[in-house]
């Protein structure tokens, strides 16, 4: 057992830092921080790190992977994280790529992989249904074969981003013989495509991330089927696990922590400093404790894969604490706000409303309550854990 | 970075699971704590023959050379056991003081005694009054000759019962809370003015009270520097404390195990109870402790091991940790097996108790969480 950094990881902890402090620069930030903006500030981002070639540390190298040891994945997850630098958007780089390039044909991994890889295309990922949340398999947009297409019918919803998407990734109905999961297909389909329909949905955040997406006769090629007919659950249970690994969050929570113990060494309350504040430091210390430990669980899980094993039900481990850390840590930063928790986005300054994060520990916090539920509730990981693990 | 262990490490990790697999069942394990003295002398014998007690000792005394790692995984084992047997305070308190003392006459005459399973020594360090703040020390050593009169008292000095020797805490100047004026002393269990009053735990350990009455001592049985223990102890209690959780991780696995394999057999309402889904997600909980426990203990071990600033406040928290989780696991445990988890007769409640006392003897989790507290936020 041994934690140090080698001479070589500390060499590229400095290369990663000066890219960053380069890269990540306060006019990029600022285009980020503003909602008309944000989509090509991202994609901006996303395209200085495919320049430097470190867009997706977790493809395999032939694909465009950087070949990083865990070692070194970690010294740069969290780097990034304690810049306050945003993850990349999941939907293609860590979802749909592996995918692609697991079950995807030639063809599809050079339509689609250099795309993703450049951040050219935008993802969404169509999942959930209006009537099939936690239950998955129960999904009903149904795909009829006609000719060399698929005829799409139906509705997805909490499609996040869908109204910046060039693509999205589904799992449709082909056929409701056998086992609901068996009668499942993967489709990538074109945003452009004529019948589809992106619906806003506002959400308690005061934001518009979320979507309705209907599918009214979209035809969608049959070259863009991942895989097999009727095998799309398999190909898309094993994306789950990405999923899950990449929504624990833990260096941003790390980093997320450290900002609570600041602010709550600035927050005063009757002159004391909140920090000072005995029954405040037990709630600090019985979220980083476990926010610790959680560091290393997440160790422990990469240094598995690193030694050749796959992401498995430890991933909905990492899941379910990862996602109570978060929301612990935006409930923290509530407390903190006190009254200014309930500031809504205004054109005052911070100077004249005495204030600087109330509004945006409130969208964190509100927002947050999606975090146990997405990528499959808590509760669904709870009987995922049982199941695999625990051979309940 | 790797979480892998050596091969030396595996090797001693897998002779201890396997000797307490088959030669320390649960029903030796009772005989041995129903006996007059708690422990096994022909066990502490055969964990000397089989090179266990010069685990964390240096080489030059006659050890292993062990690291954090080493005594990390045999406390795991132990743990799974029950062990009875006085590791804990001989080899890891008593032994660990002993080698960080410098005094390298001492270290010369009983490190080889420990190793060799002749001599069982206990750490007394417990007054009425302390409860877990190690520095509130009343026993005072005054300066008598050439050397030093002892007297005051002890109290739950863990393996006291049946240790011949003795290393006690006390006071050679200042007042009772300061942390400077602490001595150390090595003293002769049988020592004129010591008198020792034994008695049985929860867990089956034979623990004492030990008055010291003008115990008369060498300058030559001082550990350490005069007044200056606190710098010696403490260093001792982290890596005590460290061992305590890698026995207490043992058992939260144990618990944990035992507790999944009952609501597999156990059936209610014509079914396993496993297959109830309010029951499945408690034991999602305490196997999501039990792993996040193990983290924090590696996360510690390695911090330790490296020497890192952080590691103190690591260890409180791997304290805070092992109290919480601890009390979660053996008391699902308990409600898992219903009735039957509240017989003498079944393991469950005999790991419980361990767990418990573990949880008492260098802080409670209230007591670190303060401790981690104030390295933290100051």
């Known amino acids: ?392 | 970075m790797n979480f892998d262990f050596t091969e030396e490490q595996s090797m001693l990790r897998d002779s201890v699971a396997r000797y307490v697999q088959d030669s320390y069942d649960f029903d030796t394990r009772r005989a041995i704590a129903s006996s007059d003295e708690g422990m096994s002398r022909e066990q502490w014998q055969t964990f000397a023959e089989l090179g266990w007690l010069s685990v964390p000792f240096e080489e030059e005394h006659g050890g292993f050379g062990g690291s954090s790692v080493d005594t990390m995984l045999m406390m795991e084992e132990f743990g799974k056991g029950l062990v009875l047997e006085p590791y804990f305070a001989t080899v890891v308190l008593f032994g660990g003081l002993l080698q960080r003392s410098g005094n390298s006459a001492l270290q010369t005459e009983f490190i080889p005694r420990v190793i060799e399973g002749s001599c069982l020594g206990a750490f007394a360090y417990l007054e009425r009054q302390s409860r877990f703040e190690l520095a509130d020390v009343c026993t005072r050593a005054e300066s008598s000759g050439d050397g030093y009169s002892i007297s005051g008292e002890k109290v739950v000095v863990y393996n006291g019962a049946s240790a011949d020797h003795l290393i006690v805490s006390a006071r050679t100047s200042g007042e009772q809370f300061d942390p400077q004026g602490i001595s150390l002393f090595l003293i002769p269990a049988d020592a004129e003015g010591v008198s020792v009053s034994s008695y049985a735990m929860m867990d089956g350990q034979r623990v004492a009270n030990i008055t010291f009455d003008k115990v008369a001592v060498a300058a030559t049985h001082l550990l350490g520097a005069e007044g200056e223990a606190m710098a010696l102890i403490e260093p001792v209690v982290g890596t005590a404390n460290l061992a305590l959780a890698s026995e207490a991780l043992g058992i939260m696995g144990q618990l944990n195990a035992k507790t999944l394999e009952y609501v597999k057999t156990r059936k209610q309402f014509g079914v396993t109870i496993g297959s109830f889904q309010a029951l499945q997600h408690r034991m999602v909980d305490t196997f999501m402790a039990y792993e996040q426990t193990k983290s924090l203990l590696y996360r510690a071990v390695c911090e330790l091991e490296e020497g890192a600033d952080s590691a103190d406040a690591t260890v409180h928290a791997l304290m805070v940790m092992v109290d919480r989780a601890g009390k979660l696991i053996f008391g699902e445990a308990i409600q898992l097996h219903g009735g039957m988890g509240l017989t003498d007769e079944l393991d469950i409640g005999h790991y419980a108790k361990r767990l418990m006392m573990i949880n008492t003897t260098f802080g409670n989790g209230d007591y670190h969480q303060a401790a981690f507290d104030a390295l933290r936020y100051g």
């Open chain 1, 1 to 392: 057992m041994d934690i140090s950094f080698a001479p070589e990881d500390l060499a590229f902890r400095d290369e990663v830092r000066a890219f960053f402090d380069k890269a990540y620069d306060t006019e990029l930030q600022a285009r980020l921080a503003d909602k008309a903006t944000f989509k090509e500030a991202v994609i901006d981002w996303q395209k200085r790190l495919y320049a430097q070639g470190w867009i997706a540390p977790n493809w395999p190298e032939e694909h465009g992977g950087t070949n990083w040891t865990s070692t070194q994945k970690f010294i740069f997850e969290t780097e990034r994280a304690q810049r306050g630098i945003r993850d990349v958007v999941p939907f293609g780089l860590t979802m749909v790529a592996p995918v692609i390039y697991s079950f995807g044909t030639e063809e599809q991994k050079q339509k689609f992989l250099p795309r993703i890889l450049s951040s050219d295309d935008w993802w969404c990922q169509g999942y959930s249904e209006p009537g099939a949340g936690s239950d998955l398999a129960s999904l009903k947009t149904k795909a009829v074969r006609d000719g060399d297409d698929y005829v799409v019918n139906g509705a997805k919803i909490w499609t996040t981003y869908a109204q910046y998407a060039d693509w999205i990734f589904c799992l449709v109905r082909t056929s409701s013989e056998g086992k609901k999961q068996q009668g499942i297909t993967f489709l990538l389909i074109d945003m452009k495509s004529p019948g589809i329909k992106v619906n806003p949905i506002h959400s308690i955040d005061d934001h518009h991330s979320l979507n309705e997406v209907e599918f009214n006769d979209v035809r969608v090629p049959v070259a863009n089927r991942i895989g097999e007919e009727n095998k799309g659950w398999t190909y898309a249970k094993a994306l789950l696990a990405h999923e899950r690994t990449s929504i624990a969050g833990v260096a941003d929570s790390k980093r997320g922590f450290d900002e609570v113990c600041r602010r709550a060494s600035e927050e005063v309350n009757g002159g004391k400093r909140l920090i000072d504040d005995p029954l405040f430091r037990k709630r600090l210390s019985d979220i980083e404790v476990e926010l610790m430990a959680l560091e290393f669980t997440e160790l422990r899980v990469l240094a598995t894969v690193a030694s050749g094993g796959a992401p498995g039900a430890e991933s909905s481990l990492l899941k379910i604490k990862g996602t109570e850390m978060q929301q612990a840590i935006q409930g923290l930063n509530m407390e903190l706000a006190a009254y200014y928790q309930g500031v809504l986005p205004n054109e005052l300054s911070a100077e004249q409303l005495g204030h600087e994060f109330g509004s945006a520990a409130r969208q964190s916090y509100m927002y947050g309550r999606a975090a146990t539920i997405y990528g499959g509730s808590n509760e669904v990981q709870k009987n995922i854990i049982a199941k695999a693990v625990l051979g309940l």
